[in-house]
């Protein structure tokens, strides 16, 4: 079996894989990232959109902002819809200047993914039967089969970027992590069109029949979202019958339309809240989406496996220049403060906004409440925005 060795084996190139080898690359580490799908797919996989201030800020300082630069849209407020009025939420006066970037994840990536290989980075796609060993003690080791051929990374630690789904999680011994879960009783149905948006900024609509989200890709293409049921059947959304329906949750009092488009892409994702702690067991770390998922409506799932990845790059940084293992023991600590309050907020944003079935409509009564505080109200107003356009990385009381 062939052996490589490596400082950080890194399982997973999501955004969370790819930006961990890219800044420790900037720092003078070597890691090697093992990915199981192709280039193509992690390049064209359409999840996020919206970057928070920080994570655009990070981005451009470690020097793969240049596209992002180009081709983001800078947004400065989100409109809230309900009872068929918009309320605009102005984001940069209420935080004193900052702002969202609407970016695609996949644009991310691709440019994480040229960056690495420009720089001599070793992304192994396409691998196989990944499994990891020996991470209790100083020498992991990654097996995996590539082209039918089994080899092994040998390194000091392992970065468990491998999404929800992914092996890292489930391979540290059962008792190890506890888990907190909330499942909703609904998914999101997204797609991605050829049409220009019908808002300059980001819609969030309450509306009786169900939640509906307007977003973009770019000037001329629109993304849109739709509350349905967590097991809908993709089939009996024809493209006509997803247009109206979105007509219908985001119309207003002066006749609000959206423009139609052929509908290049169509998905369903459920919706949950999920939490591992602690994110770390002996020298494997997990971050991103293998250590936790939030409901997409706070738009943080991207922006909290940034955030994990630079505590992890600082830690294991000043583990390799000083010996120093301080940060890396208070990594899963830091971490799950931000984490935290990105469930809350991003729960908060879901139950103010969804139809929950059931009930007396007490429940719808007390959503419009709120969405008239929040949209009335400066204080409300400024809690929103300042953890939507994301939270400080060094919260009050770190040591960093
Ligand atoms: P992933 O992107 O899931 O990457 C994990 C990688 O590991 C993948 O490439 C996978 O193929 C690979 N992998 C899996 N198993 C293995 C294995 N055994 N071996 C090797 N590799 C493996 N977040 C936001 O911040 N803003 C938004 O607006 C937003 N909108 C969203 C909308 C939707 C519809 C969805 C689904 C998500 C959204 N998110 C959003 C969440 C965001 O997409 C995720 O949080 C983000 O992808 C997490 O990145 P990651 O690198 O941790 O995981
Ligand atoms: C998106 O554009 O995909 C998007 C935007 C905002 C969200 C979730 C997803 O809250």
């Not at 630069?69 to 947004?75: P, S």
């Not at 695609?104 to 070793?122: F, I, P, S, T, W």
């Not at 060993?133 to 990654?142: A, K, L, T, V």
């Not at 000083?322 to 023991?329: A, D, R």
């Amino acid at each position: 079996m062939a052996t490589l060795h490596t400082k950080v084996g890194i399982i997973g190139a999501g955004p969370a894989g790819l930006l961990l080898s890219h800044l420790l690359h900037l720092e003078g580490i070597e890691s090697i990232v093992i990915e199981v799908q192709t280039r193509q797919y992690v390049e064209e996989r359409n999840r996020a959109g919206v970057l928070e201030q920080g994570t655009v800020d990070l981005l451009n300082a470690s020097g793969v902002g240049e596209r992002l630069r180009r081709e983001g849209l800078i947004h400065h407020g989100i409109e809230l819809r309900f009872n068929r009025q918009g309320h605009r939420i102005d984001m940069h006066e209420l935080t004193g200047g900052r702002a969202i970037t609407v970016y695609a994840q996949h644009e991310v990536v691709k440019d994480l993914v040229h960056a690495r290989l420009r720089d001599g980075g070793q992304i192994l796609f396409e691998a196989s039967q990944v499994s990891i060993h020996d991470f209790e003690g100083d020498s992991p080791r990654i097996r995996f089969e590539r082209h039918g051929e089994p080899s092994e990374v040998a390194c000091d630690f392992i970065g468990g970027c491998d999404g929800f789904h992914g092996i890292c999680r489930p391979s540290i011994p059962a008792g190890a992590l506890r888990f907190y879960e909330k499942t909703y009783p609904f998914g999101w149905l997204g797609i991605t069109a050829e049409a220009v948006p019908a808002s300059h900024e980001l819609i969030y609509s309450n509306h009786e029949r169900g939640f509906a989200l307007l977003s973009m890709r770019s000037p001329i293409i629109t993304r849109a979202y739709l509350q349905c049921r967590p097991d809908e059947d993709l089939a009996a959304w024809p493209d006509e019958r997803i247009w109206e329906e979105l007509d219908r949750r985001f119309e207003t009092c002066g006749g609000f339309r959206l423009n139609r488009g052929p509908v290049d892409q169509k998905g369903v994702t459920p919706m949950r809240s999920f939490v591992t702690e602690p994110m770390q067991y002996g020298r494997l770390f997990l971050a991103g989406d293998a250590a936790h998922i939030v409901p997409p409506t706070g738009a943080k799932g991207l922006n909290l496996a940034v955030a994990d990845v630079r505590i992890l790059a600082r830690a294991l940084s000043a583990w390799y220049g000083t010996g120093s293992e301080q940060l890396l023991k208070q990594y899963s600590d830091i971490c799950l403060r931000r984490v935290w309050r990105a469930q809350h907020f991003s729960w908060w944003m879901t139950s103010m906004l969804h139809r929950f079935e059931g009930g007396d409509g007490f429940d719808h009564r007390r959503q419009l409440a709120e969405l008239d505080q929040v949209t009335t109200l400066r204080a409300a107003a400024v809690t929103l925005a300042e953890n939507y356009t994301g939270l400080p990385f060094d919260l009050p009381g770190e040591t960093l």
